[in-house]
T-cell receptor, first 115, second 112 residues
Framework: EAQVTQNPRYLITVTGKKLTVTCSQN?????MSWYRQDPGLGLRQIYY???????DKGDVPEGYKVSRKEKRNFPLILESPSPNQTSLYFC??????????????FGSGTRLTVV | GNSVTQMEGPVTLSEEAFLTINCTYT??????LFWYVQYPGEGLQLLLK?????DKGSNKGFEATYRKETTSFHLEKGSVQVSDSAVYFC???????????FGGGTRLMVKP
């Protein structure tokens, strides 16, 4: 089944403790993105990648890092999480140039709570 | 920059009522427009899309028409069901295809 898989689904952590949220897709998509969802704000892009070793900032990159060493994986790293990063996070992927016709495929989400 | 504005919810309807969720956008170039749906506890699913002016996207009884003159992409359904209860997001994809810009989401509640 074609899908985007995120782990974990739920995570509670303490301020300052480094964490990584994994994202993997099995569709050979070039484009991958991370979004955070907050009430009333919709989804906002954190980082995106257009191919291996090609990443760039989205609208809200502060406090996050990403890497794209392999085409299928796009982990999101919070090196020193803070409570304002408590949110619902989504990973998404799309074929290059295919987003216009097919949209992006989203993962099931990771609900992160930073206390 | 690009932006999407959609009506705030929640929208509460009785089963078989007519649904309209308004969406307007501001964008440079020629974006593609989408409606995504999020059921409780799940991720976002693509509901329908339109890639150019006057295109009509449709799926599962939902429709939306890309209106460039009014920069709108309103979602409609003639007869809603309880199973349509969810949060609906309007979104546009930029010309480079690497960023979706979302509206704030509209929660729809359909009562039997």
């Amino acid at each position: 089944e074609a899908q985007v898989t995120q782990n974990p689904r739920y995570l509670i952590t303490v301020t300052g403790k480094k964490l990584t949220v994994t994202c993997s897709q099995n569709m050979n998509h070039e484009y991958m993105s991370w979004y955070r969802q907050d009430p009333g704000l919709g989804l906002r892009q954190i980082y995106y990648s257009m191919n291996v070793e090609v990443t760039d900032k989205g609208d809200v990159p502060e406090g996050y890092k990403v890497s794209r060493k392999e085409k299928r994986n796009f982990p999101l790293i919070l090196e020193s999480p803070s409570p304002n990063q408590t949110s619902l996070y989504f990973c998404a992927s799309s074929p290059a140039g295919g987003g216009r016709n097919y949209g992006y495929t989203f993962g099931s989400g990771t609900r992160l709570t930073v206390v | 920059g690009n932006s999407v504005t959609q009506m705030e919810g929640p929208v509460t309807l009785s089963e078989e009522a007519f649904l309209t969720i308004n969406c307007t956008y501001t964008a440079t170039g020629y974006p593609s427009l989408f409606w995504y749906v999020q059921y409780p506890g799940e991720g976002l699913q693509l509901l329908l899309k339109a890639t150019k002016a006057d295109d009509k996207g449709s799926n599962k009884g939902f429709e939306a028409t890309y209106r460039k003159e009014t920069t709108s992409f309103h979602l409609e359904k003639g007869s809603v069901q309880v199973s349509d209860s969810a949060v609906y997001f309007c979104a546009l994809l930029n010309n480079a295809g690497n960023m979706l810009t979302f509206g704030g989401g509209t929660r729809l509640m359909v009562k039997p």
